[in-house]
């Protein structure tokens, strides 16, 4: 199996590294204080072709698979780590949910306009008493006439409050557990959609996360995504997706940690020496190294097999799991390395590390990856 990017590829890779350079850094410290990603972002990200980088070509996409989104991501955290979850909510879980859930109606209605930023898109599973357990969820829609009325709120949310359209997903049909959620799509414009608080968190604080209501909301039989009581599935093949692209932003982010970090060492000196000669951190560039180059090689690897069409729901599960573990031992050595410095607001180090640590818990905690990766082994075996 050959993993070198092809021609296309690169070219994404340093589309994505340019718009990185010239786009994001220089407004990283305004995110970071301001709190808020530029809405204009989004035009810009865009105007460069890459919103729509994993949609097919036949709805307007650049048609480069879960590879290319992967290749998109890795790069813009290594600028920002709001921005890239910013994109992802659209990109990845947002868009990908009509890419896997959508018939071909809705494929052509929604796609063209996600990848050209015109709609752009969000996704509402978690609430805030099912959040690792999606089957407890309390929204519901029931029938209307051609329709369905939803209620119910929704945590968690980014992008909510910018969306033009979000994947819902609400019980139809509480009496058959998780074969009776549905998934719909639904415009933020529909009478009863309303944006809660907006979440001060830890880190990644320039991503909007926001609570959604839904007080009887009317959604046309027509945005009904896949069969009544398959949305449980169309959830999970969206979050095997986007599992996989979060290992892509943990590898992003460990790059920039481990990058800072060599810099620092090279530059610092203590004993009359740089840092960098010391063997004690050596080791800590060592092992980061190592870890780098373990989630590089699942990103892609997994990344190839969804793109070729194979199963790969352990594999992104084991992705996920791996790849935010090993990114909190990077920038947890990466502050190490810089002492004092990295507990410092002044550098950058110690942001990176609060943006981090939400990675173990977002999209399916690392204890419930063990249970997916576990289940699996048991019922496929090793």
């Excluded at 909510?89 to 063209?112: D, K, T, Y």
């Excluded at 829609?141 to 033009?164: C, F, H, M, Q, Y």
């Amino acid at each position: 199996m050959d993993l070198t990017f092809s021609d296309e590829l690169r070219m994404l890779r340093d589309l994505a590294r340019d718009f990185t350079e010239t786009r994001i850094r220089p407004i990283a410290a305004q995110i970071e204080r301001e709190h808020r990603v530029p809405r204009e972002l989004f035009g810009a990200l865009a105007e460069a072709g890459l919103l729509g980088v994993a949609i097919p070509a036949e709805h307007g996409g650049a048609g480069l698979g879960e590879t290319g989104l992967c290749v998109v991501m890795d790069e813009l955290t290594q600028g920002d780590f709001s921005v890239a979850v910013t994109y992802g909510a659209h990109a990845s879980i947002g868009a990908m949910s009509v890419v896997v859930g959508g018939n071909a109606e809705q494929q052509r209605r929604f796609l063209p306009d996600m990848a050209s930023g015109k709609l752009l898109a969000a996704y509402a599973l978690s609430e805030a008493n099912a959040g690792s357990d999606p089957a407890a969820m309390r929204t519901t829609a029931r029938p209307d006439g051609s329709g369905w009325v939803l209620d119910g709120e929704k945590v968690w949310i980014t992008n909510g409050d910018v969306a033009d359209v979000v994947t819902v997903y609400a019980v139809t049909d509480r009496s058959k557990g998780a074969k009776g959620i549905t998934a719909f799509l639904v415009p933020s414009t529909s009478p009863g959609f309303s944006v809660g608080k907006r979440e001060e968190k830890m880190g990644q604080r320039g991503s909007s996360t926001v609570a959604l209501a839904f007080d009887g909301v009317r959604v046309p039989d027509e945005n009904r995504l896949g069969e009544i009581g398959g949305g449980f599935k169309i959830a999970m093949a969206t979050l095997d997706r986007g599992r996989l692209a979060l290992g892509a932003n943990c590898l992003g982010c460990a790059r920039e940690a481990h990058r800072l970090s060599v810099d620092y060492a090279r530059q610092r000196e203590a004993f009359g020496k740089p840092i960098s000669e010391h063997q004690a951190i050596q080791w800590m560039l060592a092992d980061s190294a190592c870890d780098i180059f373990t989630m590089e090689s699942l990103v892609y690897r997994v990344a190839w097999m969804c793109d070729q069409g194979q199963s790969f729901g352990r594999e992104s599960a084991i992705v996920k799991l791996v790849c935010s573990e090993a990114l909190d031992r990077v920038v947890d050595r990466a502050v190490q390395i810089h002492g004092g410095m990295g507990y410092s607001a002044e550098y950058r180090i110690e942001q990176l590390y609060r943006d981090a640590r939400v990675t173990r818990i977002y999209e399916g905690t690392s204890e419930i990856q063990r249970i997916v990766i576990a289940r699996d082994v048991l019922r496929r075996g090793a």
